[in-house]
């Protein structure tokens, strides 16, 4: 019982000395900081915005739909270009108006637009 209790208080001992050192402190804040680094890039792209959000906001509906307005919708969200374009052409006028798409789903998905633009503006 008393070798276990020397045993732990050496362990105790040399972790709390080692801790104290400033060698320790630099090595232990270069990880901290490559490990908030890693997290942070993760982070930062899995969040970034991009046009092809506007196909995954219409994901659960686009099976109900037609397959020239699933295919007009993924054509513009192709690239950022391609939606802003869709956005200046289609929904900045007081008569929305679009040859594919009917005008309730054209007020939906020019409503998403300019939120996924504004994201994308932003960032």
């Known amino acids: ?9 050496v362990v105790l001992a040399t972790v709390f000395y080692i801790w104290q050192q400033p060698e ?10 490559e490990i ?9 792209q899995s969040k970034k915005p991009a046009a092809r959000d506007l196909v995954n906001r219409f994901s659960h509906k686009m099976k109900d739909w037609p397959s020239e307005e699933q295919y007009h919708l ?6 950022t270009d391609a939606l802003v374009h869709f956005e ?8 929305l108006y ?12 020019c ?13």
């Open 111 to 123: 409503s998403e637009a300019k939120k996924i633009i504004k994201l994308l503006i932003l960032n």
């Open 1 to 9: 019982m008393l070798k276990k209790l020397l045993f732990w208080t």
């Open 36 to 44: 908030m680094g890693i997290a942070t890039e993760t982070t930062s």
């Open 88 to 95: 200046n052409k289609y929904c900045r006028e007081r008569i």
């Open 24 to 33: 320790f402190h630099s090595y232990k804040q270069r990880i901290i900081n």
């Open 74 to 79: 993924k054509f513009i969200t192709r690239s």
């Open 98 to 109: 679009h040859p594919v798409f009917p005008d309730d789903k054209l007020i939906e998905i």
